[in-house]
């Protein structure tokens, strides 16, 4: 059973980073293609970014939210640079064993518990 751990969320000023973290446990994390998708309050889910199995990123939030992943550490990172409060949401990271998802949330198979990221003004 893979499982998916997110840390690192948290409260920080406008303009300020977080680097988010997910642990994969029960595969090799490059045995799945990972997302990061955000969900603010009264908000449907929303696509921050995808690392797929060939190592081919996409990043929503151009220049400022980088996804990468660590294969030593089986853990996938985003990060978040220049934070706005309209950052604000719960962060969700999901792994599918698909090799080439898209923006698609029910694409993906796997999904951890999520993580608070609060930008304040």
């Known amino acids: 059973q893979v499982q998916l751990v997110e840390s690192g969320g948290g409260l920080v000023q406008a303009g300020g980073s977080l680097r988010l973290s997910c642990v994969v446990s029960g595969r090799t994390v490059s045995s799945y293609s990972m997302g990061w998708f955000r969900q603010a309050a009264g908000k449907e889910r929303e696509f921050v970014g995808s690392f797929n199995r060939d190592g081919g990123r996409i990043d929503s939030v151009k220049d400022r939210f980088t996804i990468s992943r660590d294969n030593a550490k089986n853990t996938v990172y985003l990060q978040m640079n220049s934070l706005k409060p309209e950052d604000t949401a719960v962060y969700y990271c999901?792994?599918?064993?698909?090799?080439?998802?898209?923006?698609?949330?029910?694409?993906?198979?796997?999904w951890g518990q999520g993580t608070q990221v609060t930008v304040s003004s």
């Open positions: 999901a792994a599918t064993v698909a090799r080439y998802p898209d923006y698609d949330a029910s694409q993906y198979n796997y």
